[in-house]
């Protein structure tokens, strides 16, 4: 996690990009900020249904449930970040 800190803002988006290519998908895609960022709310909280879904066909079937309430916390906090009241 160290080495993720001292990334410059470039840098950890390459690897947000590498590391979902939908998120980058949908940044490329919007032009808008707003519409950027109600897509990507919109598939967080996809994901974030399908986490704990016993029936989800998703990847995250397998996880842990410790990986699973990591990730979700992980998502709770990206909403919190990325919400319009959070701004200035």
């Given at each position: 996690?160290?080495?993720?800190?001292?990334?410059?803002?470039?840098?950890?988006?390459?690897i947000l990009?590498?590391?979902?290519?939908?998120?980058?998908r949908i940044l490329?895609?919007?032009?808008?900020?707003?519409d950027?960022?109600?897509?990507?709310?919109?598939?967080?909280n996809?994901?974030?249904?399908h986490?704990?879904?016993?029936?989800?066909d998703?990847?995250?079937?397998d996880?842990?449930?410790?990986?699973?309430?990591?990730?979700?916390?992980?998502?709770?906090?990206?909403k919190?970040?990325?919400?319009?009241?959070?701004?200035p």
């Amino acid at each position: 996690m160290k080495n993720l800190i001292t990334c410059s803002k470039d840098e950890l988006f390459e690897i947000l990009c590498r590391s979902d290519l939908h998120i980058y998908r949908i940044l490329k895609k919007n032009t808008k900020l707003h519409d950027a960022r109600h897509q990507l709310l919109l598939y967080l909280n996809n994901i974030d249904k399908h986490l704990f879904n016993i029936y989800s066909d998703k990847q995250f079937k397998d996880l842990n449930i410790l990986e699973k309430k990591n990730a979700r916390d992980c998502i709770r906090v990206l909403k919190t970040t990325i919400k319009p009241n959070s701004l200035p």
